[in-house]
């Protein structure tokens, strides 16, 4: 039973260009949340997500950030015209039905987005 | 709004026991969990609190009292592995998300 898988584990980009990380959730589970982690820094709420569907999205930058989760295949998070700023780890966890009480979350391992 | 605060950085000596605070403030309270994060890791689920009171499990437990906005996580008999971040984070808000602290990175000395 695969756990929560992020892919690039690593990524590169120059400053301008365009980001895209992905989450697959755990088998069976439908919440989708992405936190992004600064260095020597807690985690921070960014969105909310279920299928084909944006929970809570109070935590995203206005611009040039998006996500999606589409009915079929993972949870994009998408970065346009990224800039030094952008450098962070990025965490995806999932969960089966959502934020009810005591239902955690399990987490990826995260990508490493570094803007050169 | 919400906050939370716990403190940044605490050292203790291995087969010791550790106590770490975390106070907060945030609406619509559901919960609070406990995480542990090894750096470069995923952050890994620990406890979870929601009656006031003591939650026991092996060497670790968590306290939690809704009404002073208080929690701790309490680690005993400590090994060398357990330095790592630990992430308090309350449940709550509109959606009932968890928001996480900056975390209490324990370092665990022989």
């Known amino acids: 039973n695969a756990g929560v898988m992020q892919n690039p584990r690593h990524l590169v980009r120059r400053r301008g260009q365009e980001a895209r990380l992905r989450c697959s959730p755990m088998k069976g589970h439908s919440h989708v949340y992405w936190y992004r982690q600064l260095p020597e820094e807690g985690l921070k709420f960014m969105v909310y997500?279920?299928?084909?569907?944006?929970?809570?999205e109070s935590g995203m930058p206005k611009e040039r950030f998006s996500a999606e989760f589409p009915k079929e295949g993972p949870s994009i998070l998408r970065i346009q015209q990224v800039v030094r700023g952008d450098s962070a780890a990025y965490f995806c966890?999932?969960?089966?039905?959502?934020?009810?009480?005591?239902?955690?979350?399990?987490f990826g391992s995260g990508t490493q987005l570094s803007v050169l | 709004g919400q906050n939370i605060d716990q403190p940044t950085e605490m050292t203790a000596t291995e087969g010791a026991i550790v106590q770490i605070n975390c106070t907060y403030q945030t609406s619509g309270f559901n919960g609070l969990f406990w995480y542990q994060q090894h750096a470069g890791e995923a952050p890994t689920f620990l406890s979870y609190n929601v009656l006031d009171g003591l939650e026991e499990k092996g060497r670790f437990s968590s306290f939690l009292s809704r009404s002073k906005g208080y929690s701790y996580l309490l680690l005993k008999e400590l090994q060398m592995k357990d330095s790592a971040s630990y992430l308090c984070?309350?449940?709550?808000?509109?959606?009932?998300?968890?928001?996480f602290g900056t975390g209490t990175l324990l370092a665990v000395q022989p």
């Open positions: 984070a309350p449940q709550g808000g509109a959606t009932n998300k968890l928001i």
């Open positions: 966890a999932s969960s089966p039905v959502g934020t009810y009480a005591n239902e955690k979350l399990f």
């Open positions: 997500l279920q299928k084909e569907n944006i929970i809570d």
